[in-house]
């Protein structure tokens, strides 16, 4: 009787193994799915800073002198390209200008890359570039 083996020896150790592939690939959707949700809101944090700190340079000369209290679009820029550069690790950004009820906003959009750490094992693509947008107006103290 030594000799002799069950018609279904072996096949435990198949499903185990092909289970196994599935929870890890399950494991590896929910790690790098809220990875890239967490560069998502990061992107989205980024963008309302970045949008705010471009809304506080207002034209100066034109306010001073009575004109309209308005973003100053080059410093704008500055401001938000200084705030984004200490920020780090920020892939690109756009900076546009739309006027909205005859003010001037400023629109910052970023995009940042995740690197996903467990997806490439099963042959998914390494990064994914994800987009944050805000907008932002001048405050000037008026109700």
């Known amino acids: 009787m030594t000799g002799w083996r069950a018609p279904e020896s072996g096949r435990v150790s198949l499903f185990l193994a092909v289970a196994m592939t599935g ?14 949700l967490r560069s998502l809101q990061r992107a989205d944090n980024l963008a309302a800073e970045a949008a705010r700190s471009g809304g506080q ?11 309209p209290k308005e973003i100053d679009e080059v410093g704008a820029r500055d401001a938000v390209a200084s705030y984004l550069r200490a920020a780090g690790g920020v892939r690109g950004h756009d900076v546009s200008f739309p006027v909205v009820d005859d003010e ?9 890359t995740y690197r996903r750490s467990l997806l490439g094992l099963f042959g998914f693509n390494n990064s994914v570039t994800v987009t944050g947008e805000a907008t932002a107006r001048a405050l000037t103290g008026a109700p």
């Open 23 to 36: 929870v890890l690939v399950i494991i590896s959707l929910a790690y790098d799915g809220a990875g890239q």
């Open 57 to 67: 340079m207002i034209d100066r000369a034109r306010a001073i002198e009575g004109g």
């Open 104 to 112: 001037k906003q400023i629109r910052v959009r970023v995009r940042i």
